[in-house]
């Protein structure tokens, strides 16, 4: 009976112990299911997806988060972040924006919240500190955004006399100037061709170019026309109308660059007061002179071949003389000394003779004395003889007599 009793006393302690690990692997099992089921959100542009999952393998929620809660599909070129501690998944599309710089356009691929920065660092762009953009450096990227770049860079314009500093945008040396609010003249020049790029420290030089106007004017000569005049007589004139110079206006332009002077043109050229003829009268009646003809002075050759300067000569008849005595001015007779009217050859008066053709040459000689032929006009002169033979073999003849200067 003890036996028995033991038995069934086992046989209920087993079935207890039996009820009681049953219980546990239970509560076990439960709590194993609770600890594996989570909540997770995945966060899509605006879109918030929240839901339970017991896999929360980044691969395990985003096919999840597609196919049970209806989330467009992650391409390739989106980038899911997995933030484990939060059990948050934060998609970011993939999108494109093109970056524009330096004369070139680059399409950079982003994701979804990145910067302008972001972009410009894509695209290997480093912006100085006076370049521009055209949008802030925390700027978010949208899809297809189009982000501009303009270098900007300090050039030297020289100019009017001075030089100064300028910060312009890039371009050409053109633009640089309209920029710096430099006004270039339909003539200046720009010493560098106006399509060259903007680079930084480039020295543009301009040269301003002027015109003026000179006016100068000139005397004109007036011309002399003689006229004959037959009632006056040789050797005597007599203005009839005086001259008067003209006047004559020049106009020139002159070039400059930077105010000197490089070219000079005449642009017009004009008589502006007609000069007036000088009017001379000169006689053409001839002296006649103890029937002697008178001729303006010149020059003669002497018989040794001398030149010799003559105010007039006078050509006529000529007689002799010879003897002793005194002259009527008191100078003792010889050869060289000849008899003449004072009124026509003053006393003292240097004198050479000869023939017109040169064949008889009396020589030089001085007015010293008067003969008694001043009565008549038959004689020019009495020329002085050493002996009477030579008076008798000069006879009567026709000399010249030049009255020297």
Known sequence: MQKETKRKLNATMHRVLCLCIMAVIGVISILTVMAQTVTVQVKDGENTYSFQVTDYSLKSVLEQAVHAEGMPEVEKDDLAVWNESDLTVTI???ITATVVADGREKTVNLHQGDTVADA????NITLSGDDLCTRKADAEVKDGD?????????????????TREAVVNEGTVQTALSQAGVTVGAEDLVLLPMDTAVEEGLAIQIQRV????????????????????SSMYLGESKVETKGQEGERT?????KLIDGEVVETTEISNEVTKEPVDQVVRKGTKKKITRCATVTAG??????????????QALTGRCTSYTGDGYTSTGMKPQYGVVAVDPKEIPYGTKLYICSPDGSYVYGYAVAGDTGGFIYSDYILADLYMDTYSDCAKFGVRTMTIYILS
């Open 298 to 311: 010149g020059t003669v050759y002497d018989h040794n071949g001398n030149k010799l300067s003559y105010k």
């Open 210 to 229: 002027t015109y003026r106007d000179i006016t100068t004017t000139e005397t004109v000569d007036y011309e002399i026309v003689t006229k004959n005049d």
């Open 250 to 254: 020049i106009v020139t332009r002159e």
């Open 120 to 123: 410009l660092s894509m695209a």
């Open 92 to 94: 970011r599309r993939g």
């Open 146 to 162: 189009r982000i501009c770049v303009v270098r900007r860079y300090t050039v030297s314009i020289t100019a009017d006399g001075e």
